[in-house]
């Protein structure tokens, strides 16, 4: 943990984060004192870093049966978009970071993916399935303009005819067009825009450095004209401060041209849940009570209930009425069908291997 933070708990211009909470993994805790004799302002900017980690494989694997996939790439730990309520802050204490500020400040930029992907796809055990990427960052966080890993990730499945779903909130994607194009035209890739608000005084302070709700419509839009199948992610829906908006997030993306829409409730895990009610306190003290008590209701009394079925959904009441606004809602707005659903997975080719692309 950086000692210049330390624990100061503090809203920040441009970050989620209000502090950085202890690393749960390490033996030793650091704690900020006041003696009197010194008194130092909070940081207020906080400049990103970036440290290079050499891959040792390219595919996370998982077996929940909460998601559409079973395999995903990762080309950056942490994520500069700084969205608060992010379930993957918990996982930059693997790396003996905090899941507060440097989950949006130190990042980890994976080197090396293409060769370890290119190696993995070439297994002769393999068998293709859609891939997702990413499943746990953003692979259009701000440092991919500088890196350019998702483009030649892409670059490479496009070159192994391999489907692939993404998930981003930012307009950088756009920059790609050119590979998407080319993976839709064999039925290889869909695009999930994810939504959580058209308000964007709240958008400020939720999701940071993300781009504009303006912004996303019109990712949707342009993908939508290219004829890229696309589809929202109305994630996280946050009882009491965004739920509110459900009907109109859809109808807002499906006049910008998504097809197909899913959702996803708040998920508070591990240290998320104590950096979420620290940023409510800062931000909606007003509503911190309220958004706390429907987020309890909708997980058995608890901030969050990991059991597989229910940790993406809840439960309860106000979680019920939720799934039937949603059903309802995208129904009626033609956004029911699965935007994973029917990927080419039958011409696949395996790749080369790295010494034989010059023989």
């Given at each position: 943990?950086?000692?210049?933070?330390?624990?100061?708990?503090?809203?920040?211009?441009?970050?989620?984060?209000?502090?950085?909470?202890?690393?749960?993994?390490?033996?030793?805790?650091?704690?900020?004192?006041?003696?009197?004799?010194?008194?130092?302002?909070?940081?207020?900017?906080?400049?990103?870093?970036?440290?290079?980690?050499?891959?040792?494989?390219?595919?996370?694997?998982?077996?929940?049966?909460?998601?559409?996939?079973?395999?995903?790439?990762?080309?950056?730990?942490?994520?500069?978009?700084?969205?608060?309520?992010?379930?993957?802050?918990?996982?930059?204490?693997?790396?003996?970071?905090?899941?507060?500020?440097?989950?949006?400040?130190?990042?980890?930029?994976?080197?090396?993916?293409?060769?370890?992907?290119?190696?993995?796809?070439?297994?002769?055990?393999?068998?293709?399935?859609?891939?997702?990427?990413?499943?746990?960052?953003?692979?259009?966080?701000?440092?991919?303009?500088?890196?350019?890993?998702?483009?030649?990730?892409?670059?490479?499945?496009?070159?192994?005819?391999?489907?692939?779903?993404l998930v981003t909130k930012s307009?950088?994607?756009?920059?790609?067009?050119?590979?998407?194009?080319?993976?839709?035209?064999?039925?290889?890739?869909?695009?999930?825009?994810?939504?959580?608000?058209?308000?964007?005084?709240?958008?400020?302070?939720?999701?940071?450095?993300?781009?504009?709700?303006?912004?996303?419509?019109?990712?949707?839009?342009?993908?939508?004209?290219?004829?890229?199948?696309?589809?929202?992610?109305?994630?996280?829906?946050?009882?009491?401060?965004?739920?509110?908006?459900?009907?109109?997030?859809?109808?807002?993306?499906?006049?910008?041209?998504?097809?197909?829409?899913?959702?996803?409730?708040?998920?508070?895990?591990?240290?998320?849940?104590p950096l979420f009610e620290d940023?409510?306190?800062?931000?909606?003290?007003?509503?911190?009570?309220?958004?706390?008590?429907?987020?309890?209701?909708?997980?058995?009394?608890?901030?969050?209930?990991?059991?597989?079925?229910?940790?993406?959904?809840?439960?309860?009441?106000?979680?019920?009425?939720?799934?039937?606004?949603?059903?309802?809602?995208?129904?009626?707005?033609?956004?029911?069908?699965?935007?994973?659903?029917?990927?080419?997975?039958?011409?696949?080719?395996?790749?080369?291997?790295?010494?034989?692309?010059?023989?």
């Amino acid at each position: 943990m950086h000692p210049k933070r330390l624990d100061i708990h503090h809203a920040r211009k441009g970050r989620g984060a209000t502090y950085d909470p202890h690393n749960r993994f390490s033996p030793t805790q650091s704690e900020a004192v006041d003696d009197g004799w010194w008194q130092e302002a909070p940081v207020e900017r906080i400049v990103t870093e970036v440290t290079d980690e050499p891959a040792k494989s390219a595919l996370s694997w998982n077996h929940s049966p909460d998601l559409p996939f079973d395999r995903s790439l990762n080309p950056y730990r942490g994520c500069e978009h700084g969205c608060i309520y992010c379930y993957a802050r918990p996982s930059h204490a693997y790396w003996d970071m905090s899941p507060g500020l440097d989950f949006e400040t130190r990042l980890i930029a994976r080197t090396g993916m293409v060769d370890r992907l290119r190696e993995e796809l070439g297994k002769p055990g393999y068998v293709c399935r859609p891939i997702n990427l990413s499943g746990n960052t953003d692979c259009y966080q701000p440092i991919e303009a500088e890196r350019r890993t998702t483009r030649s990730l892409l670059e490479l499945l496009l070159e192994c005819r391999h489907p692939v779903t993404l998930v981003t909130k930012s307009a950088l994607i756009l920059r790609d067009l050119d590979l998407l194009s080319a993976m839709a035209e064999h039925n290889l890739v869909r695009v999930f825009v994810s939504l959580t608000s058209l308000d964007t005084e709240l958008k400020r302070t939720l999701e940071p450095r993300t781009a504009s709700p303006q912004a996303r419509l019109n990712v949707i839009k342009e993908l939508n004209t290219a004829a890229i199948p696309v589809g929202t992610l109305i994630s996280p829906i946050v009882p009491g401060l965004t739920d509110h908006e459900l009907e109109d997030l859809l109808e807002a993306a499906s006049r910008a041209g998504a097809r197909s829409a899913t959702w996803m409730l708040l998920r508070l895990p591990h240290e998320v849940a104590p950096l979420f009610e620290d940023w409510l306190t800062h931000h909606y003290p007003q509503r911190a009570a309220k958004v706390m008590s429907l987020i309890r209701q909708c997980h058995g009394g608890e901030t969050y209930d990991s059991r597989f079925g229910h940790r993406m959904r809840g439960q309860g009441v106000f979680a019920d009425l939720l799934a039937q606004r949603f059903i309802k809602a995208s129904r009626r707005l033609g956004l029911h069908e699965r935007v994973d659903s029917g990927l080419n997975t039958q011409a696949f080719i395996p790749p080369r291997a790295q010494g034989e692309l010059f023989s």
